[in-house]
């Protein structure tokens, strides 16, 4: 496989840093963008380069809400399962 050509992580300076890091130490040199939530959980904003925000804002959004709504029914379906097992 290619490698992406940017990748998105959820959280802050922390979780963007660790991820520039750990690409760095294998001498991967993808950019890389963190979405910051609200109280709430709504993304509030992005962190990271300001070129790439401008240009794939939305895009990095809406991947981020649809993995965010992908792992939620995951977790669900789960849990149904389990509730179903445990009967």
Do not use: C, M
Request: aromatic share 8%.
């Amino acid at each position: 496989w290619h490698h992406p050509t940017l990748i998105v992580v959820d959280g802050t300076d922390i979780q963007k840093n660790t991820a520039e890091k750990v690409l760095s130490e294998r001498r991967i040199y993808i950019p890389v963008v963190a979405v910051v939530k609200d109280d709430r959980h709504k993304a509030s904003h992005i962190i990271g380069d300001d070129k790439i925000q401008k240009k794939y804002r939305f895009d990095i959004l809406l991947a981020n809400s649809e993995s965010h709504r992908f792992a939620i029914a995951y977790f669900r379906s789960l849990a149904r399962k389990r509730l179903i097992k445990d009967r």
